[in-house]
């Protein structure tokens, strides 16, 4: 008789299968993604070449091009219309070349205009005028350290977005003796060294234990494993020919190990996030700000509760949530009311101007402000659904102008310029991002402060406002509507992006449900409340979507919610000082959320597929026209 299978059995069966099959699809995508890395013409200097005026060539220490590098280089990149060009020598190292493919893929790396900057480490070249707008001025003489280098490139991409890119030099080498991606280099990427070196210890002690205890398809995973640097980089035609793959190969599984043990005693050494140095005394400044300012307590944020619904007067209303802050873990607690004659959410009582400044405060900008840019540059897809969403209803060349209210740090007009590469894009919003997106390109003009504000100033002048995940934000959705329509010309386009607090996951998941967003959102509008505020203002609406709108976060999201609920950041500046024991418990909660982020990643999937094919998700998108000037009539909670 066959032993019956338990699902801990067949899991456990399943496990080298999973392993192989992702290790089969990261060697075919890094042989793909290294087919696509550009190449230098290898071609002698002539005698007497001059110098190309307008470029710079930053190298690592150590690192000495020739000449014929740094002209084949400016060639390639007047060629090509680059301003950036990172440089990557033929030879350079198995474990560095397999890191930097899995980073990013050549072949789409200049058109992503969100793509973050990446770079060997060894040398890049740079357009002058680049470096002017980024107001740098560095000295090429000066050799730099490889992390400084990965974080010029990062920050040189936002420059010059889809002017960026990268090419084998063959001329050029690595140095003397082997290098690997330290600690400091990690972070330049934007990665977190702790993280990794768990996530490697994991891999490799669940390929020795399939090896082991899994019979011949653990050993073939782990082989596998052991194999990949030569499967990807071996064979005479590559573009890149590491000096010692033979026996990179063949010690993979030990200097692995070794790396994932220096990376993570180097992250234990800066407190795993890198803050350390002349960041201290910036800590030390913000933890003794908020000191002072919850010594005062927090119910002085809040303005007294009303007592009736803001967009229909209504005074039926009943406690949908009670929440924390949810998003940094500052200290104060959140009611959102919901109406119950138009269904309307909103947060009651409301946060003050001097609350809203406090608890934005480190979360956009300044210490979550790395994070928050993190998130924005992985949305690009989102984006240019945005911008595709007004093609069947504008001319093919697109709007004339268009302003993002909103805007932040400008990502959405930087993604949309693919979309609409004629239209002029400018950004409005209350942070400073925005003038960082003016010097960046990525808003034409940054006007910053608050809308209603600008409304008579800039009145009939663009053909489209934008306010994707704004309104929920603002203290007077009314009057960000009107004036909207005060600033757009007549026939011009409204787009709006809101949660939708109808959504079955708001009901599901209850205060863990993201978009609640809580103490940021102070409204909550379903999409009939929307439609008529619209109506009432001379709008005509032309498309609605829910399932293209829907975002694919609604289990992460509560998870995540979750962890920090459970264990808060001890490290926050706002956090008081927590036992030792308080620390490595909020580390024993993060390892076991593990597997439940995993398992929430998979029902985003699900959630995802199903919520875009039919009944919808957790937001909505509208566009409307402007037919008829705004008729002057308010809605009642104004």
Sequence with gaps: MKPIATPRSAARSAAPALLIAALGAGTVRARRRLGSLPVLADAPAPVGAPVPAGWRLFTARGVEPD???????????????????????????????????????????????????????????????????????????????????VALVRTLKEYAPDATSMAVAPGLSCGPGPRRADAAQLRAHGLAPGALAAAQFAGLALLAWASLRRGPWGKLAAGLYWLQPYAVLGGPAGPLRPASLARDTAARPLRSLDAA????????ATGGSGAAGARDGDHEDRAERYGRELAAGTDRFLEPRRADCPWCGSRRLAVRVTVPDLLQGKPGRFVLERCGDCAHVFQNPRLSPDGLEFYYRDFYDGRGGEGAGTVFGSMGGTYRDRAEMLRPHVAAAGP??????????????????SVWPRTRFDGLDMGDGVRGAERRGWVDVGFQGQFPEFAAKLAGQYEVVSMYHYLEHTRDPFAELDAAGAVLAPGGHLAIELPDPTSRMARLLGPAWLPWFQPQHQHLIPAANLRGALAERGFTVLAEEHGPAHQGNDFLGAVALTVTRLAPDPGSPWSPAVPRGRRALRH???????????????LDAVRSAAARRGEGGNAYRMLARKDHPAPGAPGVGR
């Design 400 to 417: 004339g102008s268009w302003l993002d209210v909103g805007t932040g740090h400008g990502h959405f007009c930087n993604a949309a310029r």
């Design 588 to 602: 024993v909660v993060r390892a076991a959320a593990l597997p439940c982020f995993a398992g929430a990643a998979v």
């Design 67 to 149: 000449s014929a590098t740094f002209l084949g280089a400016c060639a390639h990149a007047e060629r090509e219309g680059l301003r950036v060009l990172d440089l990557i020598p033929a030879d350079l190292g198995a474990e560095s070349a397999l890191g930097l493919l899995r980073l990013v893929d050549p072949a789409g790396y200049r058109g992503d205009r969100l793509a973050q900057g990446r770079g060997a480490g060894y040398a890049v070249l740079v357009a002058e005028e680049v470096l002017a707008r980024a107001g740098l001025d560095l000295d090429p003489a000066a050799g730099a350290d490889p992390a400084r280098l």
């Design 261 to 268: 043990l220096r990376t993570a005693l180097a992250a234990a």
